[in-house]
């Protein structure tokens, strides 16, 4: 009896345990998303380009020398549906993002000078 009750413990726990990982993957809980894509354009264009895409967001750090941009967190808990059932949101509802962007020199074959961006 007791082996059959540890039994059903560990068997629970693990179900439970897997059922937790499933949900944060289905939220998408610490998962960053790596788009890149490749720019026949000059380093200068690109960097100017960059800058105008991400105008309507706070930038906290920008390096051309590095070519990197990064903005400030956005806050994103109004769009969740929950917070107005729930009557007022806890630190475990806030959701927030911010864009990181990394401009590397390329070179494509048969083409010349690019950007990845």
Not at 38 to 45: E, G, M, R, S
Not at 47 to 62: F, G, H, N, P, T
Not at 72 to 82: A, E, G, P, Q, V
Request: hydrophobic share 40%; with cysteine.
């Amino acid at each position: 009896m007791r082996r059959c009750i540890l039994v059903l413990i560990l068997g629970l726990s693990c179900v439970l345990g897997g059922c937790h990982s499933a949900y944060r993957r289905s939220v998408g809980a610490n998962q960053e998303n790596v788009f890149t894509k490749i720019f026949l354009t000059d380093a200068n264009t690109a960097w100017i380009a960059a800058m105008e895409s991400l105008k309507s967001y706070r930038v906290d750090i920008q390096n051309q020398k590095l070519g990197f941009i990064q903005t400030r967190w956005t806050d994103n808990t109004i769009d969740k549906n929950s917070v107005e059932v729930i009557g007022g949101a806890g630190p475990y509802l806030k959701a927030q993002y911010r864009f990181r962007v990394n401009l590397s020199p390329t070179y494509v074959e048969g083409k010349g000078q690019a950007m990845k961006i």
